[in-house]
């Protein structure tokens, strides 16, 4: 299957602090990538669907200028969390979207587990 | 009522055993169905997605009933290594985009 990958894998900041996370579709070309965020035994909510080269569309609830999305290609979205706080503590899974005749599949990064002090 | 509800389990079934997974959906207007496996502390994975005349890879049956808007994933012969949590998955489009919903999960434990 398609290879997407995330940068960072980890990361501890300060609070106040901003960061940064890449997410890439090694091996295929994504036009449309998904942010999710993940609370310990919770299930993933979808925070924005990012689509190259427009705005990104939020979800309901989700800051969009504290969670800065950028899709400037077709391989490469990156999700910039704005003056962390704690409660921003979580595991952030991006995904690319794959369409073809008759299928539609998601393939998901291994995830960012962010911990803010 | 959630849009995409699940029951959380935990299933604790014996290696070989059957057992099934049912996902309620809210939204008429879904189009697409999925379920997903998600290790713990791992990316979801896609299992297989869920098509109206029903679909089968080896142990695993998936079914869709749009009358009563629930999908079900069968498993059978149960191995230890199917231990994991099973999300469903419902999306549609609107205005151009799609929109996912993710289950809360449903938590398999294969016991020896």
């Known amino acids: 299957g398609a290879v997407v990958s995330q940068h960072p894998s980890w990361v501890i900041c300060k609070s106040g602090t901003s960061v940064k996370i890449e997410c890439r579709s090694l091996?295929?070309?994504?036009?449309?990538m998904f942010w999710y965020r993940q609370f310990p035994k919770q299930s993933l909510m979808l925070m924005a669907t990012?689509?190259?080269?427009?705005?990104?569309?939020?979800e309901q609830g989700v800051e969009k200028d504290k969670f800065l999305i950028n899709h400037a290609s077709l391989t490469l979205s990156t999700l910039t969390v704005t003056s962390a706080h704690p409660e921003d503590s979580s595991f952030y899974i991006c995904s690319a979207r794959v369409l073809g005749q008759g299928y539609n599949e998601q393939f998901f990064g291994p995830g960012t587990r962010l911990t803010v002090l | 009522r959630k849009e995409v509800e699940q029951d959380p389990g935990p299933f604790n079934v014996p290696e070989g055993a059957t057992v099934a997974f049912n996902c309620t959906y809210s939204?008429?207007?879904?189009?697409?169905f999925f379920w997903y496996r998600q290790d713990c502390r791992k990316e979801p994975k896609l299992l297989m997605s869920?098509?109206?005349s029903g679909n089968e890879d080896g142990r695993f049956t998936a079914q869709l009933n749009r009358a009563s808007q629930y999908i079900s994933l069968l498993i059978r012969d149960s191995k230890l290594s199917d231990s994991a949590t099973y999300l469903c998955v419902v999306s549609y489009y609107s205005g151009g985009y799609q929109k996912v919903t993710f289950g809360t999960g449903t938590k398999l434990q294969v016991i020896p």
């Open positions: 869920v098509y109206s």
């Open positions: 990012s689509n190259e080269g427009s705005k990104a569309t939020y």
């Open positions: 939204n008429s207007a879904s189009q697409s």
């Open positions: 091996d295929f070309q994504a036009t449309t």
